[in-house]
């Protein structure tokens, strides 16, 4: 490279410098105490965000602990207005179990007795529980539970003959399949 050459790049070099706001000449300490102090301003940036990322983490921690109480509490107290809907069913139960002991009429208590499995029923219904109905129906494998079989010509074979306990939905949702006999053709047609 010639001399013009070398005077024209490091009069650029020098305008370059001059336009970024750095002194035209940097000594090699000037260079260092620069570049420390960057190095010290990254350093802070640095450890700036690690603490934010810790604080972070622990804010994290904190909402699933929280979260997790709030979820046990609400399993613990989920019940609570079914037990309400419950207890005055109790409470007719008791006056019935009262009544009997005392002088009235069978037919009342059956009548009383009757009403509370009503309300209990109506109660069951207001949190979403449903009756499977089964006598008469197809069998259905996803929603009774057959037991048995019984020959019969007066039912469709595949037909739920009996029901020998209720089956129910929750919310749509099988909860207990309802225990059933199912017809079937008689052994000799």
Known sequence: MDRDEGTEKEARMDAGAAEEGAPLAETPEEEIR??????????REAAGNYDKYLR????????R???EREKAEAISFA???LMEEILPIVDNFERALAHANGEGSMESLRQGVKLTVDQVYGALRKFGLQEI??????????????ISEEETEEAEPGTVVKEFQKGYLLKGRLLRPAMVAVARRPAGS
């Open 34 to 43: 620069r570049l420390s102090d960057q190095l010290e301003a990254r350093s």
């Open 65 to 67: 602990k929280r979260a």
């Open 56 to 63: 972070a983490l622990a804010d994290l921690e904190n909402y």
């Open 79 to 81: 019940n609570e207005s």
């Open 133 to 146: 109905k089964a006598a008469g129906e197809k069998f259905d494998p996803a929603l009774h539970h057959a």
